[in-house]
């Protein structure tokens, strides 16, 4: 299995400061041939379901603020939130879809300083 | 807008089978773009993926579950289910049902549709 660790597991932020967290992937989540990174983020707020924020490293989901961008390749990838929004408070996962099983972070807390 | 909406008992006995249902709405299983999937989250815990499955039956699941688990499709009902046996109080979760579309190598990708997600408790 491939094994994604998150860091921090909390984090806390003044509203408009910038916001990042990062991903570490066991393997590779990069397929060559196509040179895409098998890498998504979501959001998760309080009794709601995840949100897809961004897929392949780098791509925003439909409607996500463009506040919010992916980065990285390989094993090691970002999300920063560039200006943080009361709205951003949740817990953040990533998660590659490059082999079964699919494995996710064990989840970033964000919260307003 | 397509929809997701798990439905089942919110109560389930050590030892017996879970049973959920996924109703798609507004929106047809039978694509050929998706496939359907199953996620578990145990209260304030991370994130379980748990199977998934295409419209034509093809599955894939978590082998640390796979002993246990049954994911079918009804397309005719615009639903798919999950089955898990013997079930432990290690199984109590929010069930989740999700949307990935299918890569052009036929790949199941990312979750972008989620369903709000059923509660299940494991308790005699």
């Known amino acids: 299995d491939i094994v994604m660790t998150q860091s921090p597991d909390s984090l806390a932020v003044s509203l408009g400061e910038r916001a990042t967290i990062n991903c570490k992937s066991s393997?590779?989540?990069?397929?060559?041939?196509?040179?895409?990174?098998?890498l998504a983020w979501y959001q998760q707020k309080p009794g709601q379901p995840p949100k897809l924020l961004i897929y392949?490293?780098?791509t925003r989901g439909f409607g996500v603020p463009d506040r919010f961008s992916g980065s990285g390749s390989g094993t090691d990838f970002t999300l920063t939130i560039s200006s943080l929004q009361a709205e951003d408070v949740a817990v953040y996962y990533c998660q590659q879809y490059y082999s079964t099983p699919y494995t996710f972070g064990q989840g970033t807390k964000l919260e307003i300083k | 807008q397509l929809q997701l909406q798990e439905s089942g008992p919110g109560l389930v006995k050590p030892s017996e089978t879970l049973s959920l249902t996924c109703t798609v709405s507004?929106?047809?299983?039978?694509?050929?773009?998706?496939?359907w999937g199953w996620i578990r989250q145990p209260p304030g815990k991370g994130l379980e993926w748990i199977g998934s499955?295409?419209?034509?039956?093809?599955?894939y699941y978590n082998p640390s579950l796979k002993s246990r688990v049954i994911i079918s499709v009804d397309t005719s009902k615009n639903q798919f289910s999950l089955k898990l046996n013997s079930v432990t109080a290690a199984d109590a979760a929010v069930y989740y049902c999700?949307?990935?579309?299918?890569?052009?190598?036929?790949?199941?990708?990312?979750?972008?549709?989620w369903g709000r997600g059923t509660l299940v408790t494991v308790s005699s």
């Open positions: 507004s929106g047809s299983i039978s694509g050929s773009s998706y496939y």
């Open positions: 392949w490293a780098s």
């Open positions: 999700a949307r990935h579309p299918l890569h052009s190598s036929s790949w199941p990708l990312y979750f972008d549709l």
């Open positions: 393997q590779s989540v990069l397929y060559s041939s196509s040179n895409k990174n098998y």
């Open positions: 499955i295409y419209y034509s039956g093809s599955t």
